[in-house]
């Protein structure tokens, strides 16, 4: 068959493509518990290799798989979960069926891999059921909780005390006071609605609160006593980066607006946080702090 060097150079991208497929859903079916789930990746990954095997047999090329990409979504999957690693993997799909459109004129082959690039699609929807997206829930609210309390607590005491490792043994303390708070409270909320897996729920909550608690307090724990202003300013940089991150995790798994949720959150823990730092001014001075 002879194609044109656009052409071959399209397959060939198709066979980089199939070949990095067959290890990723190979890989992800191996990490799966439940069994209905482990051979819907199997046969998928074996799908994966039967195209690239197509693919070969027009390029006549032993190509190489996009180790990077593989290796950056085995780290995802363990950071973020399986969920979110099969949402980027969609678009990865239909990126696939795209091209598998274009190529389908010239090369009939491609007409019955774009059927079953579709089928894939829809087999992973219907396998997307994974725990811990259950309790999002939960993890937004000692998520948003612990940004809105600690940026304002720490904000309100850091020009205040005017000391970091003050500002950080205040920070530690009221931090791990408002996670134990948080995942009483929640526990007893779930409890009240009569939700068997409360316990779980305040985990994760008191979890998403506890890890925020220590990431806003690190600032002042690395930097010296006096340089609080720059301890103030990551944590700020940090707050921000927390939000983007989450909101970010959420928009794929959840397949929910990002910006709006970013900007909102952003919003209202930043205004706290100025709202706080007035007000650990103003009493600074009415206290007289300065004077002792």
């Given at each position: 068959m002879?194609?044109s060097?656009?052409m071959?150079?399209?397959?060939?991208k198709?066979?980089?493509?199939?070949?990095?497929?067959a290890i990723l859903?190979?890989y992800?079916?191996?990490?799966?518990?439940d069994?209905?789930?482990?051979k819907?990746f199997s046969?998928?990954s074996?799908?994966e290799?039967a195209h690239?095997?197509?693919?070969k047999?027009?390029t006549?090329?032993?190509?190489?798989?996009?180790?990077?990409h593989?290796?950056f979504l085995?780290?995802l999957?363990?950071i973020?979960?399986?969920?979110?690693?099969v949402?980027?993997?969609?678009?990865?799909?239909r990126?696939?069926r795209?091209?598998y459109?274009?190529?389908?004129h010239?090369?009939?082959?491609?007409?019955?891999?774009l059927e079953?690039e579709?089928?894939h699609?829809n087999?992973?929807?219907?396998?997307?059921d994974?725990?811990?997206?259950?309790?999002?829930?939960?993890?937004v609210?000692g998520l948003?909780?612990?940004?809105?309390e600690?940026?304002g607590?720490?904000?309100g005491v850091?020009f205040?005390?005017a000391n970091?490792?003050?500002v950080?043994?205040t920070g530690?303390?009221?931090?791990?006071?408002?996670t134990?708070?948080m995942?009483?409270?929640?526990?007893?909320a779930e409890r009240?609605?009569?939700?068997?897996?409360?316990?779980?729920?305040?985990?994760y909550?008191?979890?998403a609160?506890?890890?925020t608690v220590?990431?806003l307090v690190?600032?002042y724990?690395?930097?010296?006593?006096?340089?609080?202003?720059?301890?103030f300013?990551?944590?700020?940089?940090t707050?921000m980066?927390i939000?983007?991150f989450f909101n970010?995790?959420?928009s794929?798994?959840?397949?929910?607006p990002f910006?709006?949720?970013f900007?909102?959150?952003a919003?209202?823990?930043?205004?706290?946080?100025?709202?706080?730092f007035?007000?650990?001014?103003?009493?600074?001075n009415l206290l007289?702090?300065?004077?002792l």
């Amino acid at each position: 068959m002879t194609l044109s060097p656009e052409m071959k150079e399209t397959v060939r991208k198709a066979q980089i493509d199939e070949e990095t497929g067959a290890i990723l859903y190979g890989y992800l079916g191996r990490k799966q518990k439940d069994e209905k789930n482990r051979k819907v990746f199997s046969q998928m990954s074996s799908d994966e290799k039967a195209h690239a095997a197509v693919w070969k047999g027009i390029t006549g090329e032993d190509v190489v798989p996009k180790r990077n990409h593989i290796l950056f979504l085995k780290i995802l999957t363990v950071i973020f979960g399986f969920t979110f690693v099969v949402k980027m993997m969609q678009k990865d799909e239909r990126v696939g069926r795209e091209r598998y459109g274009m190529m389908c004129h010239e090369l009939p082959q491609a007409a019955r891999m774009l059927e079953e690039e579709r089928s894939h699609e829809n087999i992973l929807y219907n396998m997307l059921d994974e725990e811990r997206l259950h309790y999002v829930g939960a993890m937004v609210l000692g998520l948003n909780d612990a940004l809105v309390e600690l940026t304002g607590a720490i904000a309100g005491v850091t020009f205040a005390l005017a000391n970091t490792r003050l500002v950080a043994m205040t920070g530690i303390i009221t931090g791990i006071s408002a996670t134990l708070s948080m995942a009483a409270s929640n526990y007893l909320a779930e409890r009240a609605e009569g939700n068997a897996e409360a316990l779980k729920s305040s985990a994760y909550t008191g979890a998403a609160y506890l890890v925020t608690v220590a990431l806003l307090v690190l600032p002042y724990l690395l930097l010296p006593a006096h340089m609080y202003v720059a301890a103030f300013a990551v944590m700020i940089v940090t707050v921000m980066l927390i939000i983007l991150f989450f909101n970010y995790y959420i928009s794929v798994a959840k397949e929910e607006p990002f910006l709006r949720r970013f900007l909102e959150m952003a919003l209202i823990s930043l205004s706290v946080a100025v709202i706080s730092f007035i007000i650990g001014i103003l009493a600074k001075n009415l206290l007289g702090i300065d004077a002792l």
